[in-house]
Each structure stands twice: as C-alpha cells, then as structure tokens.
C-alpha cells in the first residue's frame, strides 16, 4: 500500500497543526532557526529558499530575522496555515509560499538563485531514491554557486537501536493517534500506519512511510548530484553526529 498526502486531508490536518503547536512551540523554532543561522554562512538579506515549508514555522522565523524567504510545499492547507500565521507577524525580510513539488521546481517560476536552501525534516516521505536525486537535482538548479544547503533528516541509527512499535499521543484539544511502526530493512524505511480520532470521536486511518538514510548513503547522493560535504551535526546545539544523536543535520555547498 502506498501512502498518500496526509497533510492534505483535513482530518489528519486538524490533528497534525494541534500536535505540532505543542510539541514545537515558538521557542523552539528559534532556537533551531539560530543554529541555522549558526552552521550557514549567510549575510541578512539573503534569499533563502525552504523546500517542503509545512506551515511556514522556519520561513517565517528566518523573515522576522531579515532574510527573504520562499517557502515551497505541497500542502494547500498547510500553506493556507503559513499564510495566515504570517499575517499575523511584523518582519523587516519577507517570505511567500508557493504550491509545489520540489520534484518540480523548475516549473513553480521561482527567479532567485538562492544562496541558501534549508529542507527541514521532509525529505524521503513518499520517496524513492530516484525521487530524492531528482529533488536535489532541482533544488541545485535553484542555488547561487557556493550557496548552502542544510537538509534535517531522522537519524536512521538511533531510530533503529530505540525502536518502538506502537506509540499513543493526545492533544490538549482532544485528538488522539494511534501509531503502529515498523521498520522495513529491504527498502530502509520506517512504516506507520495511524488511527487518528478527532475531539468527537471520528477515526481515520493514514499510512505513511519515511525513507531512512545512513549518512555514507545520503553522501553518496549528494556527492552525485555536485554538492560538496561540509559538516554533519546530531541536532539543533550542535552536537557531534553519532548513532545516538536524535538528527542527522547536512550541511554542504553547492561548487
């Protein structure tokens, strides 16, 4: 079975904005926007492209700070959420949000050549190998020679020494998920299937699946579509990169 746009479908929405409120609060977003501004090399007022924005949580942040910010997703209603929190800020730099599929940027329009991109936690949902080449390839296309580019992506190692395979959230406002993980070692990739309930009950069930990568495979990537390695992180404070770090945080340059 394949997974489908979750964040298109307003049940999951509604659970997905509420867990994500609580679980990355606004001070959160700052500090991890800190350490990007930390580990990449940019003067304010650079433009800056954010690949699978979600609800605009980093692209908003980074335009607060001064920089010009697009934020591209495939979720109307996540970018619907971006737009409306973004209204509600003041900020010296600007941010717009475009509907798309990085698997396709070159067909969204954008002009700027980017001297930073920042994929946060997205990359390898619903994706083939091919797929996140392809993506890279095009965010490639988008960048300034030089320009940085730091993707987040789950830490594979420590997922796999820490694996659970059922796990249960509720929300203040009173959705609950359901959550049956498991971990395909042929295809490298982690399985959820998720009952979500709404506040009055109503239960929907998601399939969703991750792409995992160890960091020789995901440099591997890279390395073939031109980009050149700078630093590996294990999370937002910068630690060391290990099998117990929660992250696996690239940063590289487009030479």
Not at 76 to 81: A, I, N, P
Request: one cysteine or more; hydrophobic letters at 35%.
């Amino acid at each position: 079975m394949e997974g489908e746009n979750l964040w298109s479908d307003p049940h999951y929405l509604g659970y997905y904005l509420d867990m994500m409120k609580e679980r990355y609060p606004e001070n959160q977003t700052e500090r991890e926007v800190n350490f990007i501004e930390k580990v990449i090399d940019l003067d304010r007022g650079a433009s800056i492209l954010d690949a699978c924005c979600g609800c605009g949580r980093h692209a908003i942040s980074l335009a607060k700070r001064g920089y010009d910010v697009i934020g591209v997703d495939l979720s109307k209603s996540l970018l619907e959420h971006a737009e409306a929190t973004k209204n509600e800020k003041s900020m010296p730099g600007s941010v717009e949000f475009y509907e798309g599929d990085i698997l396709n940027l070159d067909e969204l329009g954008l002009e700027k050549k980017y001297q930073g991109v920042i994929c946060m936690a997205s990359l390898g949902y619903y994706m083939t190998d091919e797929d996140v080449k392809t993506s890279l390839q095009k965010i490639k296309e988008t960048m300034t020679p030089g320009g940085w580019l730091l993707i987040d992506l789950i830490n594979r190692e420590k997922l796999i020494k820490t694996f659970r395979n059922k796990n249960w959230i509720k929300t203040e406002t009173g959705y609950r998920c359901l959550r049956f993980t498991s971990f395909n070692l042929e295809m490298s990739r982690c399985e959820n299937h998720k009952y979500v309930n709404d506040p009055d009950g109503n239960e929907k069930e998601f399939f969703q699946w991750l792409r995992t990568f160890t960091l020789r495979e995901f440099l591997n990537i890279l390395e073939e579509v031109g980009f050149n390695f700078q630093k590996v992180y294990g999370s937002y404070t910068r630690e060391q990169y290990s099998v117990d770090s929660p992250r696996m945080i690239v940063i590289c340059t487009n030479e």
